[in-house]
C-alpha cells in the first residue's frame, strides 16, 4: 500500500491564549489521490483541519499541538510552513488576502509562487498558461489583480495554487463567492485534478455538491470528527442529520417517509422515489 | 475595487520600453539638472528635452491635465508674489495704479516655475512610461533582494487597498445609520467607529497575507528566477553613466562659477 498523503493521529490544538482546544481527539487518514469532503457548522474546527495539514498551526499560529499531524511522510513539527508549499497548497476563504499584494497583472500573481519555488522560467509560462485556462481566467490576463470580483478573485487564488503543481490541495470553501455557473466549472477542475491523482481535502458547506463530489465525507462538530464515511453512510446517521444537517434530496426522502438508507445524490434521489414505498 | 497605485500608461514608444534603470537615472539627473544650472535658458532647454519626450512617449494629453492641474496655481503664486515683493526688484515692467510689477521677479519666478515644471513633468513622464512592478524588478536584478523588493512593490499598493477598505467601512457605518457628512466636528466624531474597524481590518489582513505568502513559498531559500531580461544595449549604458557623471560635473561647474 503507498505511503498515505494526509494523517491525523490523537490530534487536538488549542490556539494560543484559547480557553479549549479548537480540534479534538482527531484521527484521521486519507489516501493519496482521495477526495475527501469536510463539514460542519461554524466552530466546527474545518479551517482548523486545513491549518493543521498545511502546518501553519502550529507554526503560525502558536498554541499547543497534542498528537501528530503527517503529511506526506513528514511530520507537521519537522517541516516549515515554506517547505511544505513545495507539495502542499491551501486555498483560504478569503481570496483578497491569497493574493500577494505586490503583483500588477493576474498573470504574474499566477506566476508569483512558482518563481519563488526558483522553477525555470521556461516551465513558469507554461504552468501559468495552464492555470489561467483551467479556472477560466486567460481572459484576464493583464488585468490587475485588485481590479477583479470576488468570483475572480477566486478563481486567481487557485489558478496560483495550481501552478504551483501540489501534490495535496486543501480548499477552504473554494467556491464561497463564485455563482453557479463558476462553481459548476471549478469543480468540473477538481474533478480533472482528483482524476489525475491530486488528493483534494475541501471544506464546503453545500452538502448536496460535497455528496455529489466527493467520495468520502467528514462531518465535524465542535472540534470533533462526528462521521466519516461515504455520502449515504454519513448523512443516513440521526446525530449527522441533526447536528450538521443533509442534502435536499435526504430531506425530501425523509419527508416522504422513504425507509432508509434514504438518497444523498440526485441519481440516487431519482431512483428511490421511483421505487414504491412497501 | 481600486487598482494599484501606478500611473502607468500602455505604449510601445522608445521611453516604454527603455530599460526602467535607464529611465530612472534619467529622471534623476534632469531634475538635478534643472536646479543646478544657472540660467533660464539652460532651464528652458531641459524643458524642451522634456517636451519632446513627453510627445514621443504619447502622454502629452495625460501630462497637460496635470500640469494645469499642479503647475498653474504654483506657476500663478510665483509670478505674483516675486513680481510684485521680491526685495532685488527695481526694473519697472508695468504698473497699474499704485501696484508695480518688476522684470526682477518676473525673471526670478520664471526660473523656479520651469524648474517645478521640469520636476514635475520628469517625475509624471516616469510613472507614465515605467510599470513599478519593472522598476523593482530591474532593481532585484541588480542585487536588491526579493524581501527588499517585496516591501517595495506592495508598498505601492497598500495605498489604494486602504483606501479602498475604508470606503467599504464607510459605507456599511453610513447604512447603519452613521452621518459622515456635515460641520468639521461632526466629520470628526465620525472618524472613530470609522477607524477602528480599519484598523483591525488590516491588522487581519496583514495576518492572513503573511500566512498566504508562506504558503506560496515567499522567502525559500531558492535562487530567484528572472522571467524576463529587461533589453538594454551600450547606448542605454553610456547615457546612464553620462547623465549620473553630468550632475557632479554641473555641480562643480557651479562652483567653479559658471553663470
Not at chain 1, 486567460?138 to 478573485?153: F, K, M, N, T
Not at chain 1, 463564485?178 to 477538481?190: K, N
Not at chain 1, 430531506?251 to 431512483?271: G, I, N
Not at chain 2, 544595449?233 to 553620462?242: E, L
Request: aromatic letters at 6%; one cysteine or more; hydrophobic letters at 50%.
Amino acid at each position: 500500500m503507498s505511503e498515505p498523503a494526509v494523517v491525523f493521529e490523537d490530534v487536538g490544538y488549542a490556539y494560543e491564549e484559547a480557553p479549549h482546544e479548537a480540534v479534538s481527539d482527531i484521527n484521521l487518514r486519507i489516501e493519496a489521490g482521495e477526495w475527501v469532503g469536510v463539514t460542519g457548522p461554524t466552530n466546527a474546527g474545518k479551517s482548523t483541519l486545513c491549518l493543521l495539514a498545511m502546518g501553519l498551526a502550529p507554526h503560525f499560529f502558536g498554541g499547543k499541538l497534542r498528537g501528530k499531524v503527517t503529511v506526506l511522510g513528514t511530520e507537521s513539527r519537522a517541516i516549515k510552513v515554506i517547505e511544505r508549499s513545495t507539495d502542499v497548497g491551501l486555498l483560504f476563504q478569503n481570496p483578497f488576502t491569497q493574493i500577494s499584494g505586490a503583483r500588477e497583472r493576474v498573470h504574474e500573481e499566477v506566476a508569483f509562487g512558482p518563481e519563488c519555488h526558483g522553477v525555470a522560467p521556461a516551465e513558469i509560462e507554461a504552468r501559468v498558461g495552464e492555470a489561467m485556462d483551467l479556472v477560466g481566467i486567460s481572459a484576464l490576463a493583464a488585468r490587475h489583480p485588485l481590479d477583479l470580483s470576488g468570483g475572480q478573485l477566486q478563481r486567481l487564488a487557485l489558478a496560483s495554487l495550481l501552478a504551483m503543481r501540489p501534490k495535496v490541495l486543501l480548499l477552504d470553501e473554494p467556491t464561497s463567492q463564485l455563482d453557479p455557473a463558476g462553481t459548476a466549472a471549478i469543480f468540473e477542475v477538481l474533478s480533472g485534478l482528483h482524476q489525475s491523482g491530486i488528493t483534494i481535502v475541501m471544506v464546503e458547506h453545500r452538502l448536496e455538491t460535497l455528496c455529489e463530489l466527493c467520495p468520502r465525507i467528514v462531518a465535524m462538530v465542535t472540534g470533533r470528527i462526528l462521521a466519516d464515511g461515504a455520502p449515504q453512510e454519513v448523512f443516513n446517521r440521526e446525530v449527522v442529520q441533526e447536528r450538521v444537517g443533509l442534502p435536499v434530496y435526504t430531506r425530501l426522502a425523509r419527508s416522504a417517509a422513504l425507509p432508509a438508507p434514504r438518497p444523498v445524490r440526485l441519481s440516487e434521489s431519482a431512483k428511490a422515489f421511483r421505487t414504491p414505498i412497501a | 475595487m481600486a487598482g494599484g497605485l501606478s500611473l502607468y500608461q500602455e505604449g510601445a514608444s522608445l521611453l516604454h520600453r527603455a530599460h526602467p534603470l535607464t529611465k530612472g537615472v534619467f529622471t534623476l539627473s534632469v531634475i538635478a539638472l534643472a536646479f543646478i544650472v544657472p540660467s533660464l535658458y539652460w532651464i528652458l532647454a531641459i524643458a524642451l528635452i522634456l517636451l519632446i519626450l513627453v510627445i514621443v512617449a504619447g502622454v502629452l494629453r495625460r501630462l497637460i491635465a496635470v500640469a494645469l492641474a499642479l503647475l498653474l496655481p504654483i506657476a500663478v503664486l510665483l509670478l505674483a508674489v516675486q513680481g510684485f515683493a521680491n526685495p532685488a526688484n527695481h526694473t519697472v515692467l508695468f504698473a497699474i495704479g499704485p501696484v508695480v510689477y518688476y522684470t526682477e521677479g518676473l525673471y526670478i519666478a520664471a526660473i523656479a516655475a520651469l524648474r517645478i515644471t521640469c520636476l514635475v513633468v520628469a517625475t509624471f513622464l516616469f510613472s507614465f512610461t515605467t510599470r513599478p512592478a519593472d522598476i523593482t524588478e530591474a532593481l532585484m536584478q541588480r542585487g536588491l533582494s526579493p524581501a527588499m523588493g517585496y516591501v517595495v512593490q506592495s508598498a505601492l499598493q497598500i495605498i489604494p487597498q486602504t483606501l479602498d477598505m475604508a470606503g467599504r467601512i464607510q459605507d456599511a457605518q453610513r447604512s447603519r445609520g452613521l452621518e459622515t457628512e456635515g460641520s468639521l466636528p461632526k466629520r470628526a466624531r465620525a472618524y472613530l467607529p470609522l477607524m477602528l474597524p480599519l484598523v483591525l481590518s488590516s491588522l487581519v489582513a496583514t495576518q492572513e497575507r503573511a500566512m498566504a505568502l508562506e504558503v506560496r513559498g515567499f522567502g525559500l531559500p531558492v535562487k530567484r528566477v528572472r522571467r524576463y531580461e529587461f533589453a538594454d544595449s551600450a547606448v542605454q549604458r553610456v547615457t546612464r553613466w553620462a547623465l549620473a557623471l553630468a550632475v557632479p560635473a554641473a555641480i562643480v561647474a557651479r562652483l567653479l562659477g559658471w553663470k
